[in-house]
């Protein structure tokens, strides 16, 4: 059963511009994390944010999570050719992690 | 840099075979887990171990796989038999804290095709 569902499910951009990617859920969570999947590989984890934050940053990253709308939005500055990938968000609730489809992202040239 | 292992990295079998898939997770991880993800989607949690004890298997279809973490240390997920809706990319993820509190650390994965 998936919690999280990514928006857009494809995104493609010109390099250097901004992406930004919604994730939705539907039952309250412990804390909601981003991933990223470069092809044919295994997940990276990028950022935490708790239930009782509503912003983080790292690096070109920023995170934002709405838990009265339940929501989660990740945001990537400036963007590279190498952030070509997949991006997950996934809820925790109750030690149990759950899995978005995710968004795949294509920086264009 | 400390890594989760995993191998083999691509299996091909037939259906009905029995197949086997191995991770090594990042020393000191008392957490490891097991993910199915199929081509387009998000993982799908099979199995999660806290030390050498099952916390979640809730998704594990039981009457073909199976999954032990004997010692606490690495672990060994099987199939048999394998069927054909088996194929799939097969993932590995360590976490040294509870489940969800902290990141995981992911292999790379072993990618399945069942003919």
């Known amino acids: 059963s998936q919690q999280g569902e990514e928006d857009p499910q494809a995104l493609s951009i010109q390099e250097g511009e901004n992406a930004t990617m919604n994730c939705s859920y539907k039952?309250?969570?412990?804390?909601l994390q981003w991933y990223r999947q470069n092809s044919g590989r295994g997940l990276v984890h990028l950022i935490l944010?708790?239930?009782?934050?509503r912003e983080k940053h790292s690096g070109r990253l920023r995170v934002t999570l709405d838990t009265s709308k339940k929501s989660s939005s990740l945001l990537i500055t400036a963007s590279r050719a190498a952030d070509t990938a997949s991006y997950f968000c996934?809820?925790?609730?109750?030690?149990?992690?759950?899995f978005g489809k995710g968004t795949r992202l294509h920086i264009l040239p | 840099e400390a890594e989760v292992a995993q191998s083999p990295r691509y299996k091909i079998t037939e259906k009905s075979q029995a197949v086997a898939f191995w991770c090594d997770p990042i020393?000191?991880?008392?957490?490891l887990y097991w993910y199915r993800q199929i081509l387009g989607q998000g993982p799908e949690l099979l199995v999660q171990?806290?030390?050498?004890?099952?916390?979640?298997d809730s998704q594990l279809p039981k009457d073909r796989f199976s999954a032990e973490r004997l010692k606490g240390v690495d672990s060994t997920l099987k199939i048999q038999p394998a069927e054909l809706g088996d194929s799939a990319m097969y993932l590995c993820?360590?976490?040294?804290?509870?489940?969800?509190?902290?990141?995981?650390?992911f292999g790379p994965g072993t990618r399945l095709t069942v003919l």
């Open positions: 020393s000191g991880h008392a957490t």
């Open positions: 993820a360590s976490s040294s804290a509870l489940a969800g509190i902290g990141e995981q650390f």
């Open positions: 944010i708790r239930s009782n934050e």
């Open positions: 171990f806290q030390d050498e004890s099952v916390v979640d």
């Open positions: 039952t309250s969570i412990n804390n």
């Open positions: 996934a809820t925790n609730r109750d030690d149990k992690i759950i």
